[in-house]
Structures are given as C-alpha cells and as structure tokens.
C-alpha cells in the first residue's frame, strides 16, 4: 500500500525558510511518478504550488516562482519543497500528490504558519 508523509511544517517569521518533505512508502517505482505540492489555507481552495515530473521538470505557480524550489531523491523516495522568503501569505496546510497514469496518491498535511 503506497503512503506519503508529509513533514517539515511549523511556524516561522516572514523572510525565513522552511524545507518540507514528502516520502513514499509501499512502491519500488517512485522514479516513474510525478509529485506535486498543493495548499489550502483557510476558507480558500486547495491551490497548486509546484511539480516535478519523473524526468525532473519543474513547475510552478506564479505565487511560488523564485522563492520556493522543489526537488527529488529517487533513492530516498523523497521530494522536497524549499521554501524560502515566506511571507504571511504561504499560511496554508501543505499536502503532496503522486501521481502516473492511473494511479493517484495523496498525503496528509502539514501545517506552515508565516507570521508577519
């Protein structure tokens, strides 16, 4: 059974850096998925903030450009997502996807907090 845990959240202060993890667990072909971050902060809806597909292409949202880096460890399983000048606007909960053709995998949330 394939699982993705998500880590890395917790408070910061706007300007500072958070590095947020997803590892899989339960499939020996991570390398053929592609995995993306989403957020949902509250009252709004779930919102894309970055990609990276199994031959490393990168993706973002324009609100994510220069300022978050997303990147993958084959043999750790594991994609990461940088996040660095946060602002008080990243306040979300944090999820990642994994995805190849007709399999789509979803993990839990962390929290990230930017106070101003």
């Known amino acids: 059974q394939v699982q993705l845990v998500v880590s890395g959240g917790g408070l910061v202060q706007a300007g500072g850096s958070l590095r947020l993890s997803c590892v899989a667990s339960g499939t020996t072909i991570f390398s053929m998925y592609g995995v993306s971050w989403y957020r949902q902060a509250p009252g709004k809806q779930r919102e894309f903030v970055a990609q990276?597909?199994?031959?490393?292409?990168?993706t973002y949202a324009d609100s994510a450009k220069g300022r978050f880096t997303i990147s993958r460890d084959n043999a750790k399983n594991t994609v990461y997502l940088q996040m660095n000048s946060l602002k008080p606007e990243d306040t979300a909960v944090y999820v990642c996807?994994?995805?190849?053709?007709?399999?789509?995998?979803w993990g839990q949330g962390t929290q990230v907090t930017v106070s101003s």
């Open positions: 996807r994994m995805v190849r053709p007709g399999f789509d995998y």
């Open positions: 990276t597909t199994r031959d490393r292409t990168t």
